[in-house]
């Protein structure tokens, strides 16, 4: 895939499944069970954020797998795109964002 300019956000960045040595970037608080590249379509839309979908794109790690990807325009930093989209994803599927201080020990 050709490099591109901007964010390129995987779904896989996002699922609360993988590690972080299989691609997680987020804690698994805000992190999502196995997203779905239309649920982060859908959240980027109502973040009302500029974006291309790469349908046709392979996750690295995953092999010859097609799943697709976003490429973000003039996003904030990558981790903060990322817990953005998290907490929609989140929001979209009815979840709440469980923090530090209401986890149970």
Sequence with gaps: MKREKGN???PQYLDSTRTRSLGRRLPKELAVERPRLDEVVKAAERLKLSFEVRMDAA???QGLEKNGCLVLHEAPSKTELLR??????????????????HKET
């Design 8 to 10: 390129v956000v995987w």
């Design 59 to 61: 996750y690295p790690r």
């Design 84 to 101: 953005m989209l998290g907490k929609e994803i989140r929001g979209l599927r009815g979840l709440s964002v469980i923090t530090a201080a």
